[in-house]
C-alpha cells in the first residue's frame, strides 16, 4: 500500500462515522440534463457533476459516478469523467466509480488498472465489479486494490428482477450468498494481515475493502437464501434509496444488524432537487436524516 494510505475499508468507516451512511450517485441522464437546463453534451457533464459534488460533499459519506453515461460521450465524457474524479480526490470525497467491470485474465487486469492504479487518469477510491465469470477472476483488481489502499463493490444481490435468475440460484446455498462468503474471506485476509488478529467483524466497527453490492429494495430476498452479511466486517453498498422506492426504514428492516455496514445511495431524489446548490444540499441532508437510526 502506497505510504501515507489508508484502507478503502478504514477510510470508508471513518467518513460513515463522520458523514452518515448516505452516497450520492451521479447519474448526468439525459433527462436530468435538459431539467437542469443543460445540453447533453461532456461539458454539461462535467458542470452537472461539479455542482453536485460541491454540493453534497459535506453531507454524503461518497459519491458514485454512473460511469455508463459519461461514456455514452466516447472520450470528452471520460475525460470529464477523469476530471470529476480528480476533483473529488481534491476535496477528500470517497469516489466510487460505477463501472461493473467483469472478465478474466489480461483483461481483467487491464480493467483493474485503469479503476485502481495510482497514475491512472481513471483511478477512483472504489469501482463496481460483476462476479459473473466466478469471484475469482475478479483477483487481478482485487489484489491491486490491496495493493493500492482501494476498494471494490462486487455484485452480489441486485433488485431488478432478473437478476434473480442467476444470484438466487441454489436456494440457501445460493450464488449470491457464495459471493457474500467470498468477499468475507478477502476481508479477513486483510484485516487479520493488517495486525488485527482476529476479526469479530461487529457491524459500526472496522471494515474490509471488499464490498458488496446489495440493492436496498431486495426486501424478503435476504431471508428466503438465509443471507447474513452482519457476521463480516463487509462494506454493503445499497443503491435504490428514494425513486426507486427504497426507505431508511426499509434498509433498516432489510439489512438488520448489518445496518451500520450499509452505505445507501441515492440518485435522482437528490438530483432533481438542482441546479441550485441549496436545493441539492437541503434533499440530501433530508436524505441523510431518513438513514438515521430510529
Known amino acids: 500500500m502506497p505510504e501515507g494510505r489508508t484502507a478503502f475499508g478504514t477510510r470508508l468507516?471513518?467518513?460513515?462515522?463522520?458523514?452518515?451512511?448516505?452516497c450520492v450517485g451521479i447519474d448526468p441522464h439525459p433527462a436530468l440534463l435538459a431539467a437542469w437546463g443543460l445540453n447533453d453534451d461532456a461539458a454539461a457533464l462535467e458542470r452537472f457533476s461539479l455542482t453536485v459534488l460541491e454540493s453534497v460533499g459535506e453531507h454524503a459519506a461518497a459519491v458514485k459516478p454512473q460511469v455508463a453515461l459519461f461514456e455514452r460521450h466516447g472520450s470528452a465524457g471520460m475525460a470529464a469523467l477523469e476530471r470529476v474524479l480528480a476533483a473529488c480526490s481534491d476535496a477528500g470525497m470517497l469516489s466510487i466509480a460505477d463501472a461493473k467491470r467483469g472478465?478474466?485474465?489480461?483483461?481483467?487486469?487491464?480493467?483493474?488498472?485503469?479503476?485502481?492504479r495510482d497514475g491512472s487518469a481513471l483511478a477512483a477510491d472504489s469501482v463496481t465489479l460483476s462476479p459473473y465469470l466466478g469471484f475469482e477472476s475478479l483477483r487481478p483488481a482485487l489484489d491491486l486494490a490491496a495493493a493500492s489502499g482501494r476498494?471494490?463493490?462486487?455484485?452480489?444481490?441486485?433488485?431488478?428482477p432478473e437478476g434473480a435468475s442467476v444470484q438466487h440460484v441454489g436456494g440457501t446455498a445460493s450464488v449470491a450468498a457464495r459471493i457474500m462468503d467470498a468477499a468475507a474471506a478477502e476481508n479477513t485476509r486483510e484485516l487479520e494481515g493488517a495486525g488485527g488478529g482476529a476479526v469479530s467483524g461487529a457491524p459500526g466497527s472496522v471494515l474490509?475493502?471488499?464490498g458488496l453490492v446489495i440493492g436496498a429494495t431486495v426486501g424478503s430476498a435476504m431471508t428466503e437464501l438465509d443471507l447474513d452479511p452482519a457476521?463480516?466486517?463487509t462494506p454493503i453498498l445499497a443503491p435504490g434509496l428514494g425513486a426507486q422506492g427504497a426507505t431508511g426504514a426499509d434498509l433498516r428492516l432489510t439489512f438488520g444488524a448489518a445496518y451500520p455496514n450499509v452505505l445507501a445511495t441515492s440518485s435522482r431524489d437528490i438530483l432533481r432537487a438542482g441546479p441550485h446548490p441549496a436545493g441539492l444540499?437541503?434533499?440530501?441532508l433530508r436524505t441523510q436524516a431518513g438513514l438515521s437510526p430510529a
Not at 472478465?103 to 485502481?116: E, K
Not at 476498494?151 to 431488478?160: M, R
Not at 444540499?281 to 440530501?284: D, L, T, V
Open 13 to 22: 468507516r471513518r467518513a460513515m462515522d463522520a458523514r452518515g451512511q448516505l
Open 103 to 116: 472478465d478474466i485474465g489480461s483483461t481483467m487486469a487491464a480493467y483493474a488498472d485503469a479503476w485502481l
Open 151 to 160: 476498494g471494490v463493490f462486487v455484485l452480489a444481490l441486485t433488485s431488478n
Open 208 to 210: 474490509g475493502s471488499t
Open 231 to 233: 457476521a463480516a466486517a
Open 281 to 284: 444540499r437541503e434533499a440530501a
